[in-house]
């Protein structure tokens, strides 16, 4: 007998949507990349934004870079799912490729801000709150991220405080979330979200009907 005949079910599993949020320093990205390096279910979430492409990020993988304006007519269609403004610039995630992810039984993993994840949380799509698993991950100390935003480049000090003072108010948010993940070193960060991930997929709620 096949596991679909012993457990009478067919069709697809029901994806979930991993949100991932944190200050910058956090090692978000760096999480969420292994995370989709490693697992092959998962599907990164491209957002789109108005910021200009960094070095090394390409449009349609990294991001969707958008105009100003072909964004406010993605907002004035309907077309997000959520969508904020962070450091000045837009972001957003388009419903349907989430959506679409989701139906056919795949995981999305998302690194959207914390305005973001309260729209998110507040979506009346069944598909969306049916596969939300919302996770924030920060230092436990504004010591370590102050070490951590330091290191990465010659910012002005202005500009540094800046981004200390926006990192620690993102983080006055953490009890927002389901889970909340104390960044140790990225093997333990990546071990975490493992464990999340291997749990959420367990839910009856989730497997085949
Ligand atoms: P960056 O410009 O450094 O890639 O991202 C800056 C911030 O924007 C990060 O905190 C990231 O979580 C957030 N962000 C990226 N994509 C989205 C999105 O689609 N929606 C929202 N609300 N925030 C996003």
Redesign the pocket.
Known sequence: MSAEDLLGTQGPRKGILLLL????GSG??TLLRRALSEDRNLVF?I???T?SP?EGETDGQ??HFLSDDEFSKRVENNEFL???E??K?R???LSNAVVDILNKGKDVI????V???D?VRDSKDPVISDALVDVFLTTSDTTELEKRLRGRDSEDEDTFQLRMQTAVDEIKRWRDYTYCILSGNHEEDFKVLSSILATERMRVSRMAT
């Open positions: 949020s944190g200050p910058a978000k990205s979430s957002s789109c934004t910021r960094r990294d991001y959520e969508h904020a962070v450091h610039w972001y957003g995630t998302m690194d959207i801000d305005q973001g994840a729209q």
